[in-house]
């Protein structure tokens, strides 16, 4: 079975400083990836996705993540934060050819100071 | 609008009462899920069905109970036996196999 691990419980960032988020996997075979972010009060909704082609991927509100298979990494990146990226950041997997779950980290809050 | 709606999204029990959270689709998906999330655990799979009266149990059922008579629908019934039931609760369809969800707006239940 797939696990994921999101090793930052709890970032905080000031405005314009530039972020990365930490999300590893465990599964041996092919895995699609996904970042959902949660702002408060809303819900949950995906931020970017990863299936095949280029491990770099962009998302919505200039993030992006690199996938890296050598590493079973997966991790968020956002070269200057605004204080509106204040939420909690889930990273998720699903096994390709597996039972069509999709295994959600423990997220990160992120907490950005004006 | 396409969406994912759950109800109610406050509720308030008294201990050993069970209760039925609401959830609807009109996505099209074939696909629903319910997942329980709870600070610093991340989100839970409590139950899962990928078609119509078929599901399955995810990593923490017990307690707890589906069914999925129509496609749009997936209501999930908290019973007694569930140890812990004071949660937020989220409910999500998708397409698989690609594992991408779209989720409902929550529902907080609270136990007294």
């Known amino acids: 079975a797939q696990s994921v691990s999101q090793h930052n419980h709890h970032v905080i960032l000031s405005e314009a400083a530039s972020l990365e988020l930490g999300c590893n996997y465990s599964y041996g075979g092919t895995v699609n990836l996904f970042w959902y972010v949660q702002y408060p009060g809303q819900h949950l909704q995906l931020l970017l996705k990863?299936?095949?082609?280029?491990?770099l991927v962009k998302g919505i509100k200039g993030f992006e993540a690199e996938f890296i298979k050598s590493k079973f990494s997966f991790n968020l990146r956002k070269p200057s934060v605004q204080w509106s990226d204040t939420a909690e950041y889930f990273c998720?997997?699903?096994?390709?050819?597996?039972?069509?779950?999709?295994?959600f980290g423990t997220g990160t809050r992120l907490t950005i100071i004006p | 609008d396409g969406g994912i709606t759950q109800s109610p999204k406050y509720l308030f029990r008294k201990e050993g009462q069970n209760v039925t959270l609401s959830c609807e689709q009109n996505?099209?998906?074939?696909?629903m899920y319910w997942y329980r999330q709870d600070p610093g655990q991340g989100l839970r799979l409590i139950y899962y069905s990928q078609i119509v009266n078929d599901f399955q149990k995810g990593d923490i059922a017990e307690g707890y109970s589906v069914s999925r008579e129509k496609k749009e629908s997936f209501p999930l019934t908290v019973t007694s036996a569930q140890k812990n039931p004071t949660a937020f609760y989220l409910c999500?369809?998708?397409?698989?196999?690609?594992?991408?969800?779209?989720f409902g707006e929550g529902s907080r239940l609270t136990v007294l």
């Open positions: 999500a369809s998708g397409d698989f196999p690609t594992g991408e969800l779209f």
């Open positions: 998720a997997v699903n096994a390709v050819l597996g039972n069509e779950k999709l295994t």
């Open positions: 996505l099209n998906h074939d696909a």
């Open positions: 990863y299936f095949s082609g280029d491990p």
